[in-house]
């Protein structure tokens, strides 16, 4: 049987790590061909001679989604190997918090920006084109849970966040305008287990402090389904997206996030 995306080609940046890795290996699992992009050099080329060596069909290149040079680079890189692009997935981000607002640095807030909301306005920037050529495509953004609703001590996070929500909006009517085939939606995510929890700063003065929140423990009594959500969850929902099996969705949000955003359970320590 055909896979969902099959002979489809993908990019996915932060490919190397949580989410993002969980969308290269389900898309080729599916059939896709996919450019998996990150600034780590290390996971990356493995994930990809991995899921290489296991039949997938997939490349790593380094990437700096904040460069837009190199996003030049890269997509000239996918035109000239495959001369399409049918998928863009924006998913490379940070999270950097603070005690209070008052305590950002402005250094923090444009660099979190700059990932998270610059690099999701070159990926389409410049993947447009190319998508655009060949009759359509679909391009995903994580946003997050946090993108629909305020998060105490993540403002600049959530700032960037419900910026991506409606600049994905924007992109759809934009696209559906001109009628060049390319549905455009975003994704949130609640608390998911990935290592992007061990790597929020929680002091904002530059000291580059780590927290170790444990995702499990914070989902358990915040998530009505009592537990955090694994980044093939998430993967599930963003091959969903990128397969015509959703053909007729575009400008819509999909929260996959145990039921966080719906409302609140009581629950109690006994009743775990
Ligand atoms: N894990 C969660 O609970 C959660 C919840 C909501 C949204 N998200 C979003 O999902 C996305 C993936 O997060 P994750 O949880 O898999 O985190 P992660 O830290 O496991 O992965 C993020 C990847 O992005 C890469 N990256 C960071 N800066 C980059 C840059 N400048 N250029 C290119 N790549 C860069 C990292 O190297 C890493 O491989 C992020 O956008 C995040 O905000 C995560």
């Known amino acids: ?37 990150d600034i780590d050099e290390l996971n990356g ?4 001679a991995r899921l290489a060596k296991a039949g997938g069909k997939v490349i790593f ?29 924006s998913n ?25 909301l610059d690099g999701v306005f070159l990926s389409v920037k410049h993947s447009l084109p190319l998508m655009r050529k060949h009759g359509g495509g679909s391009i995903i953004m994580m946003s997050s ?4 609703r305020g998060a105490a001590n ?11 929500r409606l600049f994905a909006k924007s992109i759809a009517m934009e696209c559906a305008q001109i009628g060049d085939g390319i549905r455009v939606n975003s994704v949130h995510p609640g608390i998911i287990d990935t290592p992007i929890w061990g790597k929020i700063p929680t002091a904002a003065t530059g000291a580059g402090q780590n927290a170790p929140i444990d995702p499990e423990e914070r989902a358990r009594f915040a998530t009505p389904l009592g537990r955090a959500g694994q980044a093939i969850e998430i993967a599930q929902g ?21 039921g966080m955003n719906a409302g609140g359970v009581v629950r109690t320590p006994q009743a775990r």
């Open 92 to 116: 490379a981000g940070i999270g950097v918090g603070a005690p209070s607002i008052v305590d950002m640095t402005l250094a923090d807030w444009r660099r979190q920006t700059a990932i998270n």
């Open 1 to 37: 049987m055909a896979g969902q995306v099959e002979g489809k080609v993908a990019l996915v940046t932060g490919g190397a790590s949580g989410i993002g890795a969980a969308i290269v290996e389900l898309l080729a699992q599916e059939g896709a061909i996919v450019v998996a992009t």
């Open 238 to 258: 963003v091959l969903y997206l990128a397969s015509d099996a959703s053909r007729y969705v575009t400008g819509t949000e999909l929260v996959i996030d145990g």
């Open 154 to 164: 993540l403002a600049g996070y959530s700032a960037t966040k419900g910026a991506v």
């Open 45 to 48: 080329p493995e994930l990809a």
């Open 145 to 148: 849970l946090a993108g629909l």
């Open 61 to 89: 290149l380094p990437q700096d989604v904040t460069s837009e040079e190199r996003w030049i680079e890269v997509v000239g890189e996918v035109g000239k190997r495959y001369g399409r692009l049918d998928i863009m997935v």
